[in-house]
Structures are given as C-alpha cells and as structure tokens.
C-alpha cells in the first residue's frame, strides 16, 4: 500500500483491482485510506459502497450511497453508477428513483424501465412508459422503438405495435419489424 502514489486515480484502480481480485481484505485496507485521504470525492465514497457490499455490509453501503444523492444531481455519469451499486445491492426501486431525478434522456429512462423490471414492478415501468410518452411528441426512431419496448414489457401489445410500426427507418427498423412480429403472435394475430 506505501506504494501507491498520492493520486486519486491509481487509489481507485487498486482498490477496483482488489475487489476483482475477491480480496475483501487488501480491498478494505485500500478504501480506508482512500477515504482518509480522499474524503470528499465522490468517487471514493462509491468505491467504499462497493468495498462495504462486497464485505456483505449492505446496511453501510446503502449509507455511503445515501450521501451521494446530492453530488449525482452536478454529476450524471455519478448517477448511473450509484443507480447500478443499489442495483447490485437488489434496491432496484432507489436505483430507478435515484435516475428519475433531475433531466432525462432516453439512457436514463432504458436504466428506469430496466432496473424496475429487475424488480419486477410493472406498475412502475407503467409509470416511466406515461412519462416518456409525455416527453415523445415527435419520437425519433430509437425513442419510438424504446416506448415499443416498454409498452410490450407491460403488456400493452397495441400500443407496442403502434410504435413498432412507427419506426420510419434507420438500425431501429429491422428490431421493430422483429419485436411487431413477436406481438402479433401475443395478439392472437400470427397470420399478419
């Protein structure tokens, strides 16, 4: 450890490389000095919550996790990684309500929908659906395919196909016509 250089990026790469390593041992000695001489980097706080789950410590970790909402807002990358720890950590409903905070793209609303599923809370992919719908008045192709995507997970198959068959184009295309086929057959109409 008195090797490592004094600089934030190589105290997180060693203690990342002892976490896969499964050396919760030189793993905890690394992130306790990563946290005393780093402490307000956020950085370091999620390598200690992912230090604390790996340790079986959840309790800790959701902690750690707790007091990075805040620095997640300035920091959207910060968001998608705090989001997938409480993921790891099975709170899939935080990770989703963590993401829902602050503007929306379409990553943030596949990672809503997705870890939602995870849980298996239909009732709040439903939620996500009617706010991208909201937020889709002239949907591009990957938005049209994404809200196909939701509607099916939902079971709303009409309305899958109505945005699988509303992608006018593009890479989109040949997975809509795919996903349309798949609902068809859901909806009792396999000979179209």
Same mark, same amino acid.
Not at 11 to 29: H, M
Not at 134 to 157: K, M, N, T, W, Y
């Given at each position: 450890?008195?090797?490592?250089?004094?600089?934030?990026?190589?105290?997180?790469?060693?203690?990342?490389?002892?976490?896969?390593?499964?050396?919760?041992?030189?793993?905890?000695?690394?992130? +306790?000095?990563?946290?005393?001489?780093?402490?307000?980097?956020? #950085?370091?706080?999620?390598?200690? #919550?992912?230090?604390?789950?790996?340790?079986?410590?959840?309790?800790?970790? !959701?902690?750690?996790?707790?007091?990075? #909402?805040?620095?997640?807002?300035?920091?959207?990358?910060?968001?998608?990684?705090?989001?997938?720890?409480?993921?790891?950590?099975?709170?899939?409903?935080?990770?989703?309500?963590?993401?829902? !905070?602050?503007?929306?793209?379409?990553?943030?609303?596949?990672?809503?929908?997705?870890?939602?599923?995870?849980?298996?809370?239909?009732?709040?992919?439903?939620?996500?659906?009617?706010?991208?719908?909201?937020?889709?008045?002239?949907?591009?192709?990957? !938005?049209?395919?994404?809200?196909?995507?939701?509607?099916?997970?939902?079971?709303?198959?009409?309305?899958?196909?109505?945005?699988? +068959?509303?992608?006018?184009?593009?890479?989109?295309?040949?997975?809509?016509?795919?996903?349309?086929? +798949?609902?068809?057959?859901?909806?009792?109409?396999?000979?179209?």
């Amino acid at each position: 450890i008195a090797a490592i250089p004094e600089r934030l990026e190589a105290w997180l790469a060693f203690g990342e490389f002892a976490q896969q390593l499964q050396r919760n041992d030189l793993a905890e000695k690394i992130v +306790t000095q990563v946290v005393a001489r780093f402490p307000d980097e956020p #950085a370091v706080a999620l390598l200690h #919550a992912s230090q604390l789950r790996e340790a079986g410590k959840n309790d800790e970790a !959701r902690k750690v996790l707790a007091g990075l #909402a805040e620095p997640s807002l300035r920091l959207p990358e910060l968001g998608f990684a705090i989001a997938r720890e409480y993921s790891e950590l099975g709170d899939h409903a935080a990770a989703a309500a963590l993401l829902a !905070r602050g503007p929306q793209s379409d990553r943030s609303y596949i990672l809503r929908a997705a870890y939602l599923a995870e849980g298996d809370d239909k009732a709040g992919v439903g939620l996500v659906y009617e706010e991208l719908k909201r937020d889709s008045a002239a949907p591009d192709p990957g !938005r049209r395919l994404l809200l196909g995507q939701v509607a099916e997970f939902i079971e709303r198959h009409d309305e899958a196909l109505e945005w699988y +068959t509303g992608v006018p184009g593009g890479p989109q295309r040949w997975q809509a016509r795919l996903r349309a086929a +798949t609902v068809l057959h859901k909806l009792k109409r396999a000979d179209e």
